[in-house]
């Protein structure tokens, strides 16, 4: 433990995790809780956090304890630190261990200590605290202290005054969402002085963000699978879709997909989620009750097969896509008429929050309907200044043709308007085009100065434009099926709003697409390297023998450095990424022996 403690963060970083850099913000965190500072960190999903406390707990004498609100969380945190050979222990309602963990810690023998809120916050543990030596407390998901953030857990209320009688120990507080209120409330509740605020710039490069618009969920997302191999994570609306849609998949592709929703026995729910994040391709479909707890760092693609409830749950649903800094693809697709429903459920939302929940889907369907690049969309909301483009979204990557609509939305708006806001869109556009059917001629349609006044050029608008129209709520679903007026739709008409839609894609030769994206996209093993393959199936051989999943022996990252390097000897084989100390002792000479194969 405390051999590390003469040696410079960069080397203790080396030796204990083979990594080669800090990554972000991550040195000048470690540096600050180095020299006992408490600090708060603000950091995407996949940036890193559990290093910046699992670092000075190696190069520090006594231990850091470590609160986290799941015991899932920590349990995987557990094998992690573990397989880095760091000195760890959780002290969970789990855990038979208990005393055994109890005095080692009072040994020193630990670095980390996990424990839940509810636990740290009990006198006996305080008192437990008193009598070995604790060198950080380090809050994870430490938005859970605020009530303005989205989980609130009262317990973490009760750390404050447990820290409080250890004022020299100093304090870190992680998290990956907070916006600028509850930053400022964590750094309250914790006690962490507002000079300890450290925020890391929000951007996953290595994730592809792409949304589309959904013509048949199924085969889109076959279509998506059959171009990614690894692991994904799809989402969906309702229970009864995700068992649906899982099977679909399953049969459609032959690749294994399990479903996840809190409707499930807890047994098969955890089995499944187990299965999940020790397979190298296996496809979730879950609703949004699946990802909170599940630190799986090689999921190569998250899908949403309809729209998410908002930007801030689009960004940390599809954060949890290429964690392990690989590519890894975010995919929506999105329906009309999932915007038409979530405004219709507006009107069950208590008072005080419909305003904000409209203005949240209103924003969601900015990124939706927009021809910029989504990534500079998605930075721009929480607060950044991301340059225009960024050469890796669906529209950085295959600009789509912009063009103002206006004069067609407001065509659009009075025919629903002067057939009595009661229809639905194909009898507007009926209307519109001049095709005088039974249904036209009976209710005198054809009669309205609305009837024929769209060309067939024009008309090829009218449902990409009807989609961004009830996207943005200028168009609103009737109860019966019908289209109304709403949102901004009199400021159209009047001229005093614009409407600027993306053109629909002309068809393209089928399969080209699929290639461009399979490309420099999410591809494993991207030369087809029969080393890579080997060393994968040794990964996976290890990963068995010792219960774990293959990510915790080495991320394909390592693998694919390896196959490229081909390192013959211990010595070389250390100076790869990601193989520390520990690893290179527990699994050096197997991966020598496999390279020296080939
Ligand atoms: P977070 O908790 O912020 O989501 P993690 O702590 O789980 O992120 O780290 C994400 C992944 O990044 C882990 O698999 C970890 O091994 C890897 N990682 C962290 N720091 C570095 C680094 N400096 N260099 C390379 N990989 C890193
Ligand atoms: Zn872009």
Redesign the pocket.
Known sequence: MSDLAQIDPAEA?HAT?G?????GV?EQVVERVLAHRSTLAV?????????TYQLPAVMQEGTCIVISPLIALMHDQLR?ATANGIAAATLTSADMDREATIDRFRAGELDLLYVAPERASQPHFRELLSKARVNLFAIDEAHCVSEWGHDFRPDYRLLRPLMDAFPEVPRLA?T?TADAHTRADILTQLGIPEEGLIVAGFDRPNIRYAIRHRENATKQIAQLMAEIPGPGIVYTSSRAKTEKLAEQLAAATGRPVLPYHAGLPPQERQSNQAAFVASEDMVIVATIAFGMGI?K?DVRFVAHAGIPKSIEAYYQETGRAG???DPAQAVMFWAAGDFAQARMRLSEVEDHRREGEKVRLDTLAVLVETGECRRAVLLRHFGEVPPERCGNCDNCLDAPGVADATTTAQKLLSAVFRTGQTYGFGHVEKVLTGVADDRVLQRGHDQLSVFGIVDAEEARLLKPLSRALQARGSLLPTEHGGLMLGGDARAILKGEASVSIVLPPKKEPRGRRGDRSGRGGSGVNPIGDPLFDALRELRRALAQEAGVPP?VIF?DSTLREMATLRPASLAALGEV??VGTRKLEAYGDAFVNVIRQF
């Open positions: 970083l995790f990594f080669s850099a800090f990554r991550q950091m995407p999903t996949g940036a890193g956090k559990s290093l992690s992680l990956a630190d760092p964690r392990d800094g990510y991320h990424g990601g």
